[in-house]
């Protein structure tokens, strides 16, 4: 397999959560080409599952990659550029997939010792694939008894991996703050209670939560990423909203700042004459490595040669974390040295990488 080719091919198609139709069928044909003797191949929704039959199986090793895009316009002045207007992949999942693709095509062509599950999940952006995947048929039937993924790092040099045992990736929710007053004449602000001061006094607002709210020694992000408020320019907006996400080190710290917020949202209802609705759209597990199975990872690496660096904590999310909930294993970081980051229109992650990446995943997936 070209490995350039097929990560360009993927790039062109980025689709939103669940919409996915392009992208499993390019998989799907790729998958068809490999030798299918041990192969068995189930879709689910968007996604797709292909379990390896091992020659003598002791267990199953899953490996999963994500498949979704984000609504962002692409801005990297690629020739093979999203042909998707306002869909990107800027997290990195057309290199996942490919990689994906990679280790299954050695997986088919020699098969390893062991079974292997490939899957391949929706959604992972939102509204969340991973939790609902874990519940399906195929997985029951071929459940894992360990399972890895791993995630490209634009801040990291191309030949470079990197992990920790214990948490890897941050708890996250997302978060929907609609505002509801009363509109009018943007000459006569005493007859309106307008949502658009409203909403902006309540992002500030919300700055307070990590600042004053929440113990120094734990690790809290609120962000609003969307505000949206007024029709034009000289009508007092009736509604507003904000959209953003919370990310917490615990699951406690996640419950308090839903708090603080809700309390902020019951005194803003008050001072502002408006009703207020939150809803926490998608929430994410933490991403949490399994200790023994991540230090096992590390040692056949470093064994094996490749650059293997201890990771720091990162306030990202990863719905993967539903998986490493209840199946032991780990994530880690593929360093693909961007100067632009994850979620940013100019994401561009060294090709070179693939290869890499590929080689490292049936690697351990022949070793571990
Ligand atoms: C690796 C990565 O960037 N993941 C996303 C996960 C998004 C979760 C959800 N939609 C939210 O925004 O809370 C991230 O933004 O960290």
Known sequence: MDYVKTRRALHKIPELGFEEVKTQQLLLDMIDTMPGDNLT?????????????????????????DIDGLPLEENTGYSFSSEHPGR???????????IALGALEYMAAEPPRNNVLFIFQPAEEGPGGAEPMLRSEPMKKWKPDTIFALHVAPELPVRTISTRPGLLFANTSELYIDFKGVGGHAAYPHKAFDMTVAA??????????????????????????????????????????LEGTIRTTSGIVMKDVKGEIEKLARGMEISNDCNITIDYGANYYQVYNEEEVT?????????????????????????????????????????????????????KPKEEALEYGVSIVKDTLYHL
């Open 200 to 241: 902006s006094y309540f992002v500030t607002q919300l700055q307070q939560i990590v600042a004053r709210r929440i113990d120094p020694l734990d690790s809290a992000v609120v962000t609003i990423g969307k505000i949206q408020a007024g029709r034009v320019q000289n009508i007092i907006a009736e509604t507003s909203r």
């Open 88 to 98: 990107m992949h800027a997290c990195g999942h057309d290199f996942h997939m490919t």
């Open 295 to 347: 230090e096992k990872f590390t040692a056949l690496m470093k064994e094996m040669g490749y650059d293997c660096r201890e990771a720091d904590r990162a306030m990202t999310g990863e719905d993967f974390g539903y998986m490493l909930k209840e199946i032991p294993g780990f994530m880690f970081w593929l360093g693909v040295d961007s100067q632009a980051g994850l979620h940013q229109s100019s994401l």
């Open 41 to 65: 191949v189930e879709t689910w929704r968007t996604g797709i599952f292909v379990f390896v039959r091992g020659t003598s199986p002791t267990k199953t090793i899953g490996y999963r990659t």
